[in-house]
């Protein structure tokens, strides 16, 4: 089903605004969202374990880096604003839907980005911390209140539950399903997490979530 004009003229603004945080391919992309990008590219990014190293910058390299990477932040940022306006002017129901779908994608987004800036704040401070001067500070140190980040999803998983309660049919429910799972196993709601994953496995059973919903089942029941 092709998306109304409305959506089309309120979204072209936010594509175009995150044209740049996708990466460039030599042939056409297919319409349907793919896996190989968006949230679920690096759903596990928190098991990940952490560099043994991390790599030797010059100066030079590193402005470009962190101007290129604010550019794209700025980008999600706008676009996320977009999508705001545009549900905030009370679409139709399906429009709002697509609407609702790709805004959750970009928050999603986001919240993984501030996850990974915590995260190396949090990694720098263990290193000093581990030092023998710090050893040597006493238990009544900063370095003792330190607690290791999580990523918070609440806003996206907002948007994610709608879709999933008031659109039932909508064309990617087995991903929003599963990443309300996601979602809720981070926030350590265990049970519901599991209800979500089995609902994939008994909804989706052709989804390429299949697996991966059996496998957090998996986890669950034999970690």
Not at 142 to 166: G, N, T
Request: with cysteine; hydrophobic share 40%.
């Amino acid at each position: 089903m092709k998306q109304p004009m409305r959506l089309r003229t309120w979204l072209a603004g936010a594509w175009l605004a995150t044209a740049l945080l996708l990466p460039a391919r030599g042939h056409a992309q297919p319409k349907e969202v793919q896996l190989d990008r968006g949230p679920t590219s690096d759903l596990y990014m928190r098991k990940r374990p952490l560099a043994p190293q991390a790599p030797v910058l010059s100066d030079e390299l590193r402005k470009l880096l962190y101007a290129t990477e604010t550019k794209r932040d700025a980008k999600r940022l706008e676009a996320i604003g977009l999508l705001r306006g545009f549900i905030n002017s009370n679409p139709g129901p399906d429009a709002r839907a697509d609407g609702v779908f790709k805004l959750a994608e970009l928050l999603w987004e986001e919240a993984r980005r501030s996850y990974l800036e915590k995260m190396e704040a949090f990694s720098r401070s263990s290193i000093n911390c581990s030092s023998e001067a710090a050893k040597d500070a006493g238990k009544d140190s900063k370095c003792a209140a330190a607690v290791e980040p999580r990523i918070d999803l609440k806003e996206a998983e907002q948007f994610y539950q709608e879709l999933h309660d008031k659109h039932p049919n909508f064309r990617r429910a087995d991903l929003v399903t599963y990443l309300l799972g996601f979602a809720a196993k981070e926030d350590n709601r265990e049970a519901q997490a599991m209800g979500f994953f089995q609902e994939v496995i008994t909804n989706h059973p052709t989804s390429p979530l299949f697996g991966d919903a059996w496998m957090m089942v998996g986890e669950h029941h034999f970690a």
